[in-house]
């Protein structure tokens, strides 16, 4: 803040100087006299008081701007875009006098042009090619990993950005999978992702309260795991509203994948051509098959929708439906595997008491 006064009187200054000129101009002389000396004052007042007011925008405003762009670049594209702008300016340099020898209006504004078009030209080529550029001369490039085998690295497949959706982290399944080391991957949280789960755990409603809790609570979890690579983005697609689609489009932009288990979510990014990481499919994929004829020990704990049906769970959340295992509820009995039922929702599975088998 102590800046802005400062850029308001070097703008008052500056814009004080501009009126004073104009005012000469239109008086066609710098003579004080009766009738010129309020023309040249309140000009140079006006332009002052104009600078003072309007710097912070003319000013300050795009100072700020050009810093904050400065944090963005990489080291090494704003030295290899430095170096290629002074190579640029000193090639306009040379052509400078031969080009002002041409007749008006040439003469004048060509060297201008040349400067610009040079200076461009400069920083443009040696920001795309800055790693030919540095290892002429032998330099390892700022910024950029990697030492004498950087040639035979840069051809790896570099480890898959996982865009976390919504319903996965409130799901919790995924700080699990993600401990176990099967997510080989980078995963990245938008901040319009964290915006929702905070709303959520806002609510008044209180099963949505909880819900954004427990997500809250599984990125803590995923953030404090030093063996998982998990950061939050920016990345804010402005061109589309809703979560789902922004996640699509990240996916795109990124070629990356999108973790969830929302089964629309999952049918439009697959349309789109976007990869998805479908929890609930992990989930059936890696339960215990089983196969006609097998036998299973499972505790019958409640009645089927059939007439004299039992119904079990396995350990993974498989159902089991029990022909004629009612007579068995709340009873542990070893049964035979009839038929395997796989639906959407998961596999279900047929049996029969084994002394039926």
Do not use: C
């Given at each position: 803040?102590?800046?802005?006064?400062?850029?308001?009187?070097?703008?008052?200054?500056?814009?004080?100087?501009?009126?004073?000129?104009?005012?000469?101009?239109?008086?066609?002389?710098?003579?004080?006299?009766?009738?010129?000396?309020?023309?040249?004052?309140?000009?140079?007042?006006?332009?002052?008081?104009?600078?003072?007011?309007?710097?912070?925008?003319?000013?300050?405003?795009?100072?700020?701007?050009?810093?904050?762009?400065?944090?963005?670049?990489?080291?090494?594209?704003?030295?290899?875009?430095?170096?290629?702008?002074?190579?640029?300016?000193?090639?306009?340099?040379?052509?400078?006098?031969?080009?002002?020898?041409?007749?008006?209006?040439?003469?004048?504004?060509?060297?201008?042009?040349?400067?610009?078009?040079?200076?461009?030209?400069?920083?443009?080529?040696?920001?795309?090619?800055?790693?030919?550029?540095?290892?002429?001369?032998?330099?390892?490039?700022?910024?950029?990993?990697?030492?004498?085998?950087?040639?035979?690295?840069?051809?790896?497949?570099?480890?898959?950005?996982?865009?976390?959706?919504?319903?996965?982290?409130?799901?919790?399944?995924?700080?699990?999978?993600?401990?176990?080391?099967?997510?080989?991957?980078?995963?990245?949280?938008?901040?319009?992702?964290?915006?929702?789960?905070?709303?959520?755990?806002?609510?008044?409603?209180?099963?949505?309260?909880?819900?954004?809790?427990?997500?809250?609570?599984?990125?803590?979890?995923?953030?404090?795991?030093?063996?998982?690579?998990?950061?939050?983005?920016?990345?804010?697609?402005?061109?589309?509203?809703?979560?789902?689609?922004?996640?699509?489009?990240?996916?795109?932009?990124?070629?990356?994948?999108?973790?969830?288990?929302?089964?629309?979510?999952?049918?439009?990014?697959?349309?789109?051509?976007?990869?998805?990481?479908?929890?609930?499919?992990?989930?059936?994929?890696?339960?215990?098959?089983?196969?006609?004829?097998?036998?299973?020990?499972?505790?019958?704990?409640?009645?089927?929708?059939?007439?004299?049906?039992?119904?079990?769970?396995?350990?993974?959340?498989?159902?089991?439906?029990?022909?004629?295992?009612?007579?068995?509820?709340?009873?542990?009995?070893?049964?035979?595997?009839?038929?395997?039922?796989?639906?959407?929702?998961?596999?279900?599975i047929f049996a029969v008491p084994g002394t039926e088998g």
């Open positions: 803040m102590r800046f802005n006064f400062l850029f308001r009187i070097i703008g008052a200054l500056l814009y004080g100087f501009i009126g004073y000129e104009l005012a000469i101009a239109f008086q066609g002389s710098a003579e004080l006299t009766t009738a010129s000396a309020p023309i040249i004052g309140g000009a140079t007042l006006g332009g002052a008081l104009l600078g003072f007011i309007l710097s912070p925008w003319l000013v300050t405003a795009p100072a700020r701007a050009a810093r904050n762009g400065l944090r963005n670049i990489p080291m090494g594209d704003l030295l290899a875009g430095s170096i290629g702008l002074i190579i640029g300016l000193l090639i306009s340099a040379l052509l400078a006098f031969p080009i002002s020898r041409l007749p008006p209006p040439f003469g004048p504004i060509l060297p201008f042009v040349t400067m610009l078009i040079f200076g461009y030209l400069g920083a443009t080529a040696l920001v795309m090619r800055q790693r030919e550029f540095f290892k002429f001369f032998g330099i390892k490039p700022p910024g950029l990993e990697g030492s004498e085998g950087e040639e035979e690295a840069e051809p790896r497949a570099k480890a898959p950005i996982l865009l976390l959706d919504t319903s996965v982290i409130i799901d919790g399944r995924i700080a699990d999978i993600a401990k176990t080391g099967f997510l080989l991957g980078q995963l990245q949280v938008p901040r319009f992702v964290l915006q929702e789960l905070q709303y959520i755990a806002d609510s008044s409603d209180a099963l949505r309260r909880n819900r954004g809790r427990r997500g809250l609570e599984i990125l803590d979890r995923l953030q404090n795991n030093p063996d998982i690579d998990i950061v939050f983005v920016d990345d804010d697609p402005k061109d589309v509203k809703q979560v789902d689609d922004k996640l699509i489009r990240l996916g795109l932009d990124k070629d990356a994948a999108v973790v969830t288990n929302d089964y629309n979510l999952n049918r439009v990014a697959q349309l789109q051509g976007v990869k998805i990481l479908n929890i609930n499919e992990l989930a059936n994929a890696v339960k215990a098959v089983y196969l006609p004829g097998e036998e299973i020990p499972i505790k019958i704990i409640q009645e089927g929708k059939e007439a004299n049906q039992g119904v079990g769970y396995l350990e993974d959340g498989t159902m089991v439906v029990i022909e004629n295992g009612r007579p068995y509820i709340n009873q542990e009995v070893l049964v035979h595997v009839t038929k395997i039922l796989q639906t959407n929702a998961g596999r279900l």
